[in-house]
């Protein structure tokens, strides 16, 4: 019988795809990592020198470095995801990466669906504007004007008068910038930065994003500088899938491994080689 | 008929044979005229748009350097639709079945599901499957989630293509096959299909051709496809115009090389029923 056999082989193959595409989590996902030799840690390729693709096309830079050494101390191999950033900061990861460690902040709306580990550095948020911007010298020229954002980061939360920031790690507002006309909001800072770079006012009078990031621009040749001191430090962590079981031992594991990467210089050296200054130690 | 008649009329033939290939050689000429002064206004727009990209001032060293790394994501963009395109026919058989069938449970299936999937966004559906499905257990990573979005997006749009292809078949052919004795199933392998396949394959080969462009939509995920390529490449060296327009090219590129078959396959289907045209007859 053709048609039995035909829809047999419908049915096992729709099975072993099943197969292939479900991997449930039974136990912890510390217990995970360690029988599969590996851990899967996904990162946002989108920042460099954080994390971005290298010449030879390969995943490179200070997170990147970071999970590595993670990795090694855990004893196990790592694997690399790159989902999109607000596919990563929602949560629910079904178990498709154990850990994301890719210059997260600590903030306690995203505490409510990942866990986080004690930070491995901080970011400087800082605006920036138009090289040839005469118009904007101090924070407070920011009223009435346009700035352009990354969505789903906490830059966006800080210019939303009606949300907290609730940034963790003890972290607060140093300065709150107020009156900002218009916000807009793009796919990442990147092309928040390539469209202010577009002319002085075009698009945008202005960016708020990391002072890293204006930094790397000006190397690149993008016209922007930043304006006036930062408005808040981001306390950067690692972060688990509140969702998956054992995700508190993974991210205590992790802020063990942290600690000691923090006492013994390794941060301070992986800072130093893609950064060119210290960013691991708490800003005073 | 006199011999001489005979000849007389043989020169006759001669002569009109003689205007009848002066004609074809005209339409001929013609033609070729036709395909040269399209080439040429093909190169003149084409040469305008690399002047217009030249006043981008873009950064073509650059370019040839990420070449071969964003080019690497061709495969996996063939590979997607490919098997993309494999579950949409998969479904829209079983879609246009349903929505030819007379049985209201199959026939309510069948139209719910062409109906929700044509009325909503394709990215709300990769995103759905995605981000959605594991909340409910069933945990998908990311090419097989994009694979069964675009193929269970596509496969609604398809369902149209099918059950057209199988209503074409005339009413007569199924009536002789049920005389026969023939069952649903027999009717439709040996009746119905193979011949309503020389309708579906030319219209299932354009939507692969639209799928090649669709399948950008998976980067969000995490794919390491073209799309997903030129926009890492770009967005880190604040060069995301000559990234894109490379990604933009081998979309081309790979959508004239599928044409090309395409048009081949679409003409292969069509002997035995083509007009004649040309020489002869």
Redesign the interface.
């Known amino acids: 019988m053709n048609?039995k056999r035909f829809l047999m082989a419908l049915m096992l193959s729709a099975g072993f795809?099943l197969l292939?595409?479900?991997?449930?989590a039974f136990a912890g996902v510390l217990e995970d990592i360690k029988s599969k030799g590996e851990i899967v840690i996904?990162t946002d390729?989108?920042?460099?020198p954080q994390s971005?693709?290298n010449?030879?096309?390969e995943l490179d830079g200070f997170d990147i470095d970071v999970s590595k050494e993670v990795a090694k101390r855990m004893g196990v191999k790592v694997k690399f995801?790159?989902?999109?950033w607000?596919?990563i900061v929602?949560g629910?990861?079904?178990?498709?990466w154990d850990l994301s460690i890719g210059s997260m902040t600590i903030t306690s709306a995203r505490a409510e669906v990942v866990d986080f580990s004690t930070p491995y550095y901080y970011t400087p948020a800082q605006f920036g504007v138009h090289k040839k911007n005469t118009t904007i010298k101090k924070l407070d020229d920011f009223a009435g004007k346009t700035v352009g954002l990354g969505s789903g980061t906490t830059y966006e939360t800080y210019l939303d008068p009606n949300q907290e920031l609730g940034i963790g790690g003890g972290e607060k507002i140093i300065y709150q910038v107020k009156n900002v006309k218009n916000i807009r909001i793009y796919t990442?800072d990147?092309?928040a930065?390539?469209d202010l770079?577009l002319g002085d006012g075009l698009r945008i009078d202005g960016v708020l994003t990391s002072g890293f990031v204006i930094q790397e621009?000006g190397k690149?040749?993008?016209p922007i500088k930043v304006v006036g001191d930062p408005v808040y430090y981001e306390p950067l962590a690692a972060a688990s899938d509140k969702a998956r079981p054992g995700s508190a031992d993974l991210v205590k594991k992790v802020s063990e491994i942290f600690q000691a990467m923090h006492a013994d210089g390794t941060l301070t050296k992986f800072s130093m080689k893609w950064f060119g200054f210290e960013v691991t130690k708490k800003a005073k | 008929m006199t011999p001489t008649g005979d000849a007389q009329a043989k020169a006759q033939d001669i002569g009109v044979t003689e205007i009848k290939l002066k004609h074809i050689e005209a339409a001929r000429k013609a033609k070729q005229r036709f395909i040269l002064w399209v080439a040429l206004v093909w190169v003149v727009i084409f040469a305008a748009l690399i002047i217009l990209f030249y006043q981008f001032n873009l950064d073509f060293k650059f370019m040839l350097k990420y070449l071969p790394f964003i080019m690497k994501g061709v495969g996996t963009t063939v590979y997607v639709s490919i098997l993309s395109i494999v579950s949409a026919c998969i479904l829209a058989l079983f879609g246009a079945l349903g929505r030819l069938s007379k049985n209201p449970i199959f026939y309510g299936v069948a139209t719910f599901y062409i109906s929700v999937i044509r009325g909503t966004p394709l990215i709300v559906q990769i995103f759905v499957i995605y981000l959605g499905l594991p909340q409910m257990g069933i945990v998908i990573s990311a090419v097989p989630a994009g694979i069964i979005a675009l193929g269970v997006n596509y496969g609604a749009y398809m369902t149209e293509i099918f059950r057209a292809g199988i209503q074409a078949i005339g009413r007569g052919q199924i009536e002789a096959a049920h005389s026969l004795g023939m069952t649903y199933a027999q009717l439709m392998k040996r009746v119905v299909l193979p011949q309503a396949m020389r309708l579906i394959i030319p219209p299932t080969g354009n939507e692969f051709i639209a799928m090649l462009k669709d399948s950008a939509l998976v980067n969000f995920l995490g794919v390491w496809e073209l799309f997903f390529r030129a926009v890492k490449i770009g967005r880190q060296n604040f060069k995301s115009m000559e990234t894109l327009i490379i990604a933009g090219l081998f979309y081309w590129l790979v959508t004239i090389f599928f044409q090309y078959f395409q048009s081949r396959l679409e003409s292969r289907l069509a002997k035995g029923t083509r007009k004649a045209t040309g020489m002869g007859h």
Do not use: H
Request: hydrophobic share 45%; proline share 3%; aromatic share 12%.
């Open positions: 048609r795809f292939w595409t479900v991997s449930a996904s390729a989108n920042y460099a971005f693709l010449d030879k096309g995801v790159t989902p999109d607000d596919l929602a629910k990861w079904g178990a498709r990442t990147m092309e930065v390539q770079a621009a690149k040749g993008i």
